[in-house]
Nanobody, 123 residues
Framework: QVQLVESGGGSVQAGGSLRLSCAAS????????MAWFRQAPGKEREGVAT????????YYADSVKGRFTITQDNDKNTVYLQMNSLKPEDTAMYYC????????????????WGQGTQVTVSS
């Protein structure tokens, strides 16, 4: 049974930082793509960053390039999203997702999803 458990969300002022964690279990960690998505109220789910756990392939959405960093700890089967220079427009529910297909920011390719963690950035 695949499980993705996110943590690390919270409230921060603009310019601040947060680190999200996604602990994965129930699948062969090195054979999946992992990604972070976010969804703000009234908006579509947006891909933020993706990493293929079996390689160093990483891709970011333009909106977060240079501010967010996705990393992984293979020993802990955990993916992290370090978010720096946060902006009010980064406010959203952040979701971790896993796909056995390909590393992408297309949510349709992801079969497994976590429950989400809220990030709120105040101005």
């Amino acid at each position: 049974q695949v499980q993705l458990v996110e943590s690390g969300g919270g409230s921060v002022q603009a310019g601040g930082s947060l680190r999200l964690s996604c602990a994965a279990s129930g699948f062969t960690y090195g054979e999946y793509a992992m990604a972070w998505f976010r969804q703000a109220p009234g908006k579509e789910r947006e891909g933020v960053a993706t990493i293929y756990t079996g390689s160093s392939y990483i891709y970011y959405a333009d909106s977060v390039k240079g501010r967010f960093t996705i990393t992984q700890d293979n020993d802990k089967n955990t993916v992290y999203l370090q978010m720096n220079s946060l902006k009010p427009e980064d406010t959203a529910m952040y979701y971790c997702a896993a796909s056995g297909v390909v590393a992408s920011l297309d949510a349709r390719l992801y079969r497994y999803w976590g429950q989400g963690t809220q990030v709120t950035v105040s101005s």
